[in-house]
């Protein structure tokens, strides 16, 4: 079992920015991937940004590539952090931290496996 913490997210005006953090603590030994899926009402989840703590590979989607950035923390490896730049009104959804590689980076284990409880990030124009 893999237990996550996620906080941050809001509310920002487009051309803002906003910083996610998930902690991730229990069964997380060994190589595995974290990052964030979000979910608009009426949408699919979408698969956002992945890293992938045996290595530091990192994974976005098309639509963040460049505005995005997920790092480990320094010091805390079970810790990311999400950088989010030059927000636009169509990022505006549900985050979600979770484990795996949402369908943008092949990683061990499923998916969409673990999921911390969502935030909340709107953007207006």
């Known amino acids: 079992q893999v237990q996550l913490v996620n906080t941050g997210g809001g509310s920002v005006q487009a051309g803002g920015s906003m910083r996610l953090s998930c902690t991730a603590s229990?069964?997380?030994?060994?190589?595995?991937?974290m990052g964030w899926y979000r979910q608009a009402p009426g949408k699919e989840r979408e698969g956002v940004a992945v890293?992938?703590?045996?290595?530091?590979?990192?994974?976005y989607a098309d639509s963040v590539k460049g505005r995005f950035t997920i790092a480990q923390q320094d010091g805390a490896k079970d810790t990311l952090n999400l950088d989010m730049n030059n927000l636009k009104p169509e990022d505006t959804a549900m985050y979600y931290c979770?484990?795996?590689?949402?369908?943008?980076?092949?990683?061990?284990?499923?998916?969409?496996?673990?999921r911390g409880r969502g935030t909340q990030v709107t953007v207006s124009s």
């Open positions: 979770a484990t795996g590689g949402m369908e943008i980076l092949r990683c061990p284990g499923p998916p969409f496996a673990y």
């Open positions: 229990g069964n997380t030994h060994g190589a595995y991937c």
């Open positions: 890293f992938y703590v045996g290595d530091g590979t990192t994974a």
